[in-house]
Structures are given as C-alpha cells and as structure tokens.
C-alpha cells in the first residue's frame, strides 16, 4: 500500500514539475551565491593586499628618510593603539640579521625563519605562512632597500577567515530557505499553470461516463499553449458534437428513406410467392423487386465512390473532354424530365472549350447538378448550363430559378446525407452534392454555390490549369 501511494507521489506530472522547478531555482541560486562568494573573497584578498603595499611603502620610506628609530617609533605608536589593521613589521639587515621584530602577542605561533630574504632591490615579493594551530595563514610582503636591508611587512588572515565563515553559515541557511520557497513556488506555479489540464481531463471523464459531447474546457484568456489547446479541445468538441449530431440525423435519414424501397421489395416478393398468382404478375413482381434492389445497389455504390474520392484512392481515366459534348448529353438526358415539370432547360458553351477529366465522373457532377436543380425549381422556372474559361481554368454552372437555399443550410449541404428542412418531401438520401464536391476535389478543382431563398441558387465547378486544355 505504502509503495503503491510512492508511486502514485512520483508519477504526479504536478509534483515532478514542482521538484524540477524547485532543483533549477536552487541550482541557479547556489550558482549566483557561489560566484558572489568568489567575488567577495577575492574583494577581500585585494584589500588586505593593497593594505600591506600601503603599508610596505610607508615603512620603507620612513626608515629611509629617518632611520631605525623612527620606524620603530612609528610601529610602536600603531601597535600601541590597537587598529583592525595592525600588522607585522621585520626588518632584516644585509647579514640576516634581525634588526626590528614587531607584532601582536597572538602571531607569536607564527614561525618566521622560512620567510624568503632574497628578493632584488626595488622588487616586492609576497610569501603565505601557515598557522601550526589552525587555519589561519600570514600573508607577507617584502622589499629590499636601497641599503640593502630588507623590510617586511604581514598580516593574518584571521579577520577575513573569520567574515568568510559567516558568511559561508549565512549562505548555508539562504539555500535552505531557497529550496523550500522555490518547492512551494513550483508547486504554486505547477498548480496554477496545470489548472487547464485538469479541466481537460474531467471533461474527457465526463464526456467518457456521459457520452455526451455538451461539456466544455474552461480556457483563460492569456493565449499561452495550454490555453491554446484547451480552445482548440472545445472547437473539436464543437465539431465532433456537430458530427454526431449530423450522423444521427443522416442515419434518421437512410433509415426512413431506405424503408420504403425495402418494403415495396418485401411486399413485391410476398405477392409473387403468393400461391395461384398468374406468371405476368409474379414476372412484374420481380422486376419491381429488381428494380427496388437497383435503387439500393445505387445508394450504396455512391456511399462507396464518395469515400473512395474523400481518401483520395478514386481511379480517374483521364482524357480530353469536349465540354460542349458532354453538356449536350446531360440535356438529352434530362429534357423530357424538365419539359414535363414545365421547365425550361437550356445551354451556353463554347464549342471549342476542352477539359482533360474522367467522362463518366463529369457527367455524373453534371447529372447531380442539373437533378438538383430540376427537382427544386417549380412549373415555369428555368434551368441553365453555362461554361467559360475563367484565368487558366475552367468554369461550369448550373443556375436555376427555384426555392434556393436558407443561408443557414449553406454551409452544410456538402455533407454528406445532409438534408435540409425544405427537401425531406422530396425523394433521396442527400448524397448528390456530397458526390459532387468528392469528385470535383479528386479532379484538382473546387465547388461552390451562390444562393438566395425564393429566386434560386448557382452552382459553380471550376477546375484548375492542369485540367483546362483549349483545342486546336
């Protein structure tokens, strides 16, 4: 249990960002104490260095200009009144001789015969003597005169030891106090700055226990990353509830429309297996059947070539499409249908205009156009098919002067098994446009539609410069 619980401690993303943050502050903190540490001792040394130059070239200048005695006079006077910066004074003569000793009582420790007497005239030499008691250490500087007689001049490192130490305890307990508020920041941090993430992941709980696509991450305004991915979280939540919504209602959709043939289908069946039916109606029976099972076979196969087309895996047979051609066989194919709905059907294409597309593909993007168009124009209204060149491109439309759609079905009525209120009356599965947009995609090119409600709508395919070939 207890394991199982350390585990749990140590794979919390917050805990591990808060230890990561706190160890960075506290190594970035120990870097700055360190080298402010370096930089303090080595202010230190130079002081007490300038310090014994001072004083060295006081005390030479006093016994050259006056003497022994007033050097010693002069030493006498600073021991006596007990400075911070007494200091050791030595005077050596020219056969090592010791000529002057003077220091405090408490640098008698110090042993003083290493001390180097060979320095040049005019040159200063620095010598360290170790303490035999403790750490301490007597700096040292000489010079040798001009009469050959060497002065020096010393100071322990006691004061500055001692300084140092303290402030090394001081740096000991700062760091302390550094790791633990950098701890309790990074954990303050953490928490703040995971607080999206943990809206993400009880609303992906809920979503999960739910089903339900309604909940929404609560995003801040501050526009840094996890903000940005809790917005886009919601917008593809948006989108997969739009989705879903949209599927239910397609499969809706395919359930009532797919109903009726299956039915007629069955009821057909039923009667031409009814006993004593005379053969002419048991045959008429099966060709309605066949004829029911077609409509099916249709509905399916189009579901299949949309998909095909969306993933891009579509087989095209490409060539040279005479576009006025291909236009004048979808007016023979649907002019008794708009003559007997009372609808004028008409054409405008140069005869010179090529395009380089599968035929059978075009001619169903023309089929649906043109189908669409007729089933939703009334008695009296006009059908037109255009094409043109527009820039490198072509452009085929398909303009009629019907219901026309509401501006809030526009931008879905390329879904697929999308239906909008105003055509549930009229037979079909909402595929038609969705085929339409699939195909024209898969050729390089691009659907659109201009449209506005009570005078009729504009369908427009344009395909690019590689599928637009002018002949010669």
């Known amino acids: ?9 140590t794979n ?7 230890a990561w943050y706190a160890a960075v502050f506290a190594i970035s903190s120990i870097g700055v104490g360190l080298l402010a540490y370096q930089l303090l001792d080595a202010s230190l040394v130079r ?16 016994y050259e200009s006056r003497g022994i005695r007033a050097l010693q006079d002069a030493v006498s006077a600073e021991q006596a009144s007990g400075g911070p910066d007494s200091v050791l004074v030595r005077l050596v003569g020219t056969n090592a001789d010791v000529l002057l000793v003077s220091a405090p009582q408490a640098w008698n420790t110090f042993d003083l015969g290493p001390l180097d007497d060979s320095p040049g005239q005019g040159d200063d030499a620095w010598q360290a003597l170790p303490s035999p008691t403790d750490t301490t250490t007597l700096e040292v ?13 010393g100071r322990t490192t006691i004061g500055r030891d001692r300084f140092l130490t303290e402030i090394r305890n001081l740096f000991g307990v700062l760091i302390v106090a550094v790791v633990a508020a950098g701890l309790a920041g990074g954990v303050a941090l953490t928490s703040q700055a995971l607080r999206p993430l943990r809206s993400l992941r009880d609303t992906v709980r809920t979503i999960t226990a739910t089903g339900r696509f309604d909940s929404r991450v609560e995003a801040g305004p501050d526009g840094d990353l996890v903000d940005e991915l809790g917005r886009l979280f919601n917008a593809m ?15 809706d959709n395919v359930a009532h429309d797919l109903r009726t043939p299956l039915a007629r289908l069955r009821a057909r069946a039923e009667s031409a297996l009814t006993p004593g039916t005379p053969p002419e109606v048991t045959q008429a029976a099966l060709a309605d059947c066949v004829e029911e099972a077609d409509r099916v076979i249709s509905l399916l196969a189009t579901l299949l070539d949309i998909s095909e087309a969306e993933t891009g895996t579509m087989k095209l047979r490409l060539e040279t499409v005479p576009v006025a051609a291909l236009i004048a066989e979808t007016i023979d194919l649907y002019e008794d249908t708009a003559e007997d709905r009372g609808i004028g059907l008409t054409s405008e294409v140069s005869e010179d205009l090529q395009v380089r597309a599968d035929r059978q593909r075009l001619r169903q993007v023309l089929a ?9 124009t009334p008695a009296g209204g006009r059908v037109a098919i255009r094409a043109g060149r527009l820039g490198p491109g072509i452009r085929l439309t398909v303009e009629d002067t019907g219901s026309g759609i509401a501006p809030e079905d526009l931008p879905r009525i390329w879904d697929r098994l999308y ?27 691009h659907v659109d539609v201009t449209s506005h409600v009570g005078t009729g709508s504009t369908f427009a395919v344009t395909l ?5 070939v002018t002949a010669k």
Do not use: C
């Open 141 to 153: 500087a000489s010079r040798r005169l001009s009469d050959g007689t060497l002065i020096e001049v």
């Open 419 to 445: 239906r909008a209120d105003s055509s549930r009356g009229e037979p079909g599965l909402g595929l038609g446009l969705s085929l339409v947009k699939a195909i024209v995609t898969a050729h390089g090119g």
């Open 368 to 376: 649906n156009l043109v189908d669409n168009a007729l089933k939703y």
């Open 47 to 62: 002081r007490d260095h300038d310090l014994l130059r001072v004083k060295l070239a006081e005390y030479a200048a006093r």
């Open 1 to 9: 249990m207890a394991g199982r619980w350390r585990r749990q401690i």
């Open 12 to 18: 919390t993303i917050g805990l591990r960002l808060a």
């Open 464 to 468: 690019p410069e590689v599928a637009a």
């Open 237 to 251: 939540l948006g989108r997969i509830e739009t989705l879903v919504g949209g599927m239910r209602g397609a499969l």
